[in-house]
């Protein structure tokens, strides 16, 4: 009689891992495929305020309604229930009957023109019954949402805030799942009649039980991630990370479930009228008119059609919604492309690079060898990130990427593995590798090229391994994947691997999850698992920035050894000067989404062109001995524009010291006259022969404590009196 009452696990669950990988500092940087990386940036800082940041993930429905209505049954089930309420509400005005108006000429008739959808055994008019039960019907199915779904998140949230919380309430919601729903409410129904709201509020309870064990996984999930973590260093409330950190993550679950509890809220309702527990007579309801056709299936079988045929639509309008909430993107993941994102964009790459193809014929590239030309990409619907970017490796050699944050060094990166965040594309221009344009490549082609032909090491070691599985299972599954081996010889392998990383216990590493291993041995980890399909080309995104500076210097050493003894290929993405003086045969300093410098290291860093390169080495401690070390380093006043900022001229224009008249034009790369290296500045030339220096800017006297003076408490304190006044 009772439907099932346990919640459908969500489609779409919090993937809570996503959450974590805002960490692409030049996305955020950069503009709209930034979006989605900033769009996270206030929950995982913890500093947004005001209800509307407390709650700005329930907000996320808002983002999903575009798919919503992009989903015909979606729509058509929304403009259903939206049609069904409001003529449910307005039916005192409009129908043409009451409901307990009886027609005696007109018992058991089909549909007439005085009685549109026909009557039933006692004349009364089935259209003015219909419409005037759906208010009910559909108002106390959502109380059971209201009461279950409601109730069902807060105790998860309850529980995942604290271990002995959550057995409690793990308990009793065990103790409640195990009790029979039939029973309960029939026996509610002897205690309180045929109230329907209360015996929809207590069938809310019931299966608040099931939703619970739903949204528990993801709600702890959520309260492991690092941004919960610093939101507890900050001292914020436990209830104000469950609503402002943990509440978002779970709104798609939420409406999800609302809408299946919904439609299940419905059919049980009908069961229960069916047998005689709905609404008292003559009030009409769903259940109970369709309990009353059944008494004359064969005399008058059409009356069985009307009421059977709404309650039907409503509860696929209903599913329908549900079906299409669950396949929107989580709040949590919104950045991530979905499949049909990934066809369009796919589509729209394939388009723009053979139209740059066109107007640059496809130079073959040795094998082993990347060529980047000319290289665009972009957020569909016009705004651009990285603009004309070219640049080479040859095999054996490692290319830095350097630059600040938001100067669109990851992006080009991503671009070369067809992994760009979702909505942003390669607009234009040529990645040739193997003799094939990658640009316009299809997914399909892409995945043959990943991991065998070019691999990925993140700043963040833990992205590439999945903390389920030991390192061995990854390990071995990613070789047997991609050298089609055995798992004798996988396994073989996978050892090697360990120990060609310098891990000296490889095989006792292989049994261990990737938790029990620290930071510098996940990165090397990481580096083994990006060497199982034996790539020529490493993609490396700051490898060494979350890893401590012994560490770093390990892993470093690591990927020269790796250079020289496999003849591979690495780009290194890096803001760290240092690194590439110590691993990069070749570097292009990106500014503003565009290569501004790029050459051989030696000679950029012995005698840079481009002011920008001139004061990122002003700027860094190393690029100084201690002979010549300045009392104070330079900085680099004001920020990258956005890529809606960029001038028309030099992007650089608005920081450079050196910026005069002629750098309101457009800048071209032009030969710096060393090597093959190229500089994007109209005062290269001059700046090389009058040999200027980026020069420190002043720094407000008050800011700078004069920690020589004997009596630095006194200076101070002075200056923080300045500072007052
Ligand atoms: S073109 Fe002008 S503004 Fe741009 S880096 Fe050169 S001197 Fe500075």
Redesign the pocket.
Known sequence: MIPSIAPVPATAPANAENADKETDTDAAGVGAGAGAATAAAPAATGTGRGPRAAFGGLFAPRMSSRRLFASPGAAAGIIWLAALVAASLTAPWWLPYKTEDQDFTAILSGPTAAHWLGTDELGRDLLSRIFAAAAGTLGTSLITVIVGVGLGTILAMVAAAGERTEGVISRVTEVMMSLPGTVIILAVIGAVGTNIPVIMAILGVLISAGIYRVMLGQATSLQSQLYVDAAKVDGVSTLAISLRHVLPGLSNTIVVQSALIFAVGMLIQAGLAFIGFGPPIPQPSWGGMIQGASQHVYDAPWLMVPTGAVLALTVLAANAIGNALGKAPNAAASHLPSAADRRRRTAASASAAASASAAAPETPAAPGRLSVRGLSVGVDGGTPLVTDVSFDVEQGTVLGLVGESGCGKTMTALSLLGLLPSGVSVTGGQILWDGRNLAGATETAMAGVRGRGIALISQEPMRALDPMFTVGYQLVSAIRRLRKTGKAQARAEALSLLEKVGIVDAGRILTTYPHQISGGMAQRVAIALALAGRPRLLVADEPTTALDVTVQAEILSLLRTLVKDTGMSVVMVTHDLGVVADICDTVAVMYAGQVVESGRTANILDNPR???TLALLAADPHANTAADMPERLATISGQVPQPKDWPAG?R??AR?Q???S??VAP?PLVPSGSDDGVVR???ADELAVEGLEWVATEVPARRVPDVRSADSTVSTSSAVEKDRA
């Open positions: 481009h002011p920008y030099c650089f224009m450079c050196f910026a005069g002629a750098c800048v500045c109209v005062k």
